[in-house]
């Protein structure tokens, strides 16, 4: 079977450079022989998180698609120095079940210079629920001078989400760690699912 | 004037530790003479943030009662390894103009061992827009242990909250820092306000 890449939009934005990125990036996965899917929070209904009501909108249709996934290619933009919201709320539904033993990419893309705590932030999240994060990553700064008419117009950019489009691939099938400390004791969002 | 201190609820849960420690937290701020507000998400109607939507629900009551203060506590549920998706909604609709020189105290409430990294990520949030973050900061670990009759029970975290409590008001007037750098760069989720 064909390995199978999810990416996870984390903006709602109408022109999210964000949602460009990662659909470029699932482009290479494909080209790499991929079976691909674009989770587009925007065409989904995802209320902020509350842990008294985890099945929330489409929490379930959410879960569903990462779930199916071999790897998983997260997108943001940089908010005030870190990640997302709606890319957290999207997590925050999510858990173990999602992100255990799954070969993570991570992508940011920022307004300004500086997209890296958000990489940052996202990677420790991933840590905590014992995903298998790529050390490669793609951070975008200065975003809006990257793109020209909807696609990435900037050859080193274009390079680095190529790169991620091809890690996801060829590490797609990982072997799990052992049950590390931080899993034994993270109660993250949704401890009981 | 007695300073304004305000605190920032960033759990929707009914049961929320966070909710109570932020009670005890202004309890104190209002014994050492403080005017206290607290900003309880779950009464306030603010959907998934969308840049195209600033404006969104409570939006505007927010950042309102936000700018009103003097200095702002933030609390959250350590969800995955960070902070809460819900409290990073209401930051997200909000940007220099609440935050910046504003004393900002920290406070995250883990249901295992670690709500550390949630309260590293929160400083940099802060630090990116311009906070004055007090370095004291709360973290409760093994919070359902911490909790009786709906109060903290436990002395050293009763503590903990107290002296966050005091010198938010102690430190609720401070010298305006030159403009930084990062400030300067920082395009944050809503650049135009």
């Known amino acids: 079977m064909p390995p199978h890449v999810a990416a996870l939009v984390g903006s709602l934005r109408d022109e999210s450079i964000s949602r460009i990125a990662l659909r470029e990036t699932l482009a290479t996965a494909a080209s790499r022989g991929a079976d ?4 587009d929070l925007r065409k989904l209904d995802l209320p902020v998180f509350d ?6 909108g489409d929490a379930d249709v959410v879960r569903r698609r990462l779930q199916a996934a071999d790897a998983i290619v997260l997108g943001t933009p940089v908010y005030h120095g ?7 709320v999207a997590i925050d539904y999510s858990g173990f079940d999602e992100f255990e033993n799954t070969t993570v990419g991570l992508l940011a893309v920022a307004g300004g210079s500086f997209p ?31 793109v020209e008419a909807g696609s990435i117009a900037d050859d080193e950019v274009a390079t680095r989400i190529e790169t991620l489009g091809d890690q996801l691939v060829q590490y797609a099938t990982i072997e799990p760690d052992p049950v590390s400390f931080e899993g034994e004791h993270n109660a993250g969002a949704t401890p009981d699912r």
Chains 1, 2 share one sequence.
Do not use: C, F, G
């Not at 842990?51 to 929330?56: K, Y």
């Not at 905590?128 to 200065?142: E, F, G, K, M, Y």
């Open 82 to 88: 870190s990640y997302a919201s709606p890319l957290k």
């Open 116 to 146: 890296i705590s958000a990489l940052d932030h996202l990677r420790s999240v991933m840590r905590s629920l014992d995903a298998w994060v790529l050390p490669h990553q793609v951070a975008i700064p200065n975003a809006s001078e990257v």
């Open 51 to 56: 842990p008294d009501d985890e099945n929330a």
């Open 36 to 39: 691909t899917d674009l989770v």
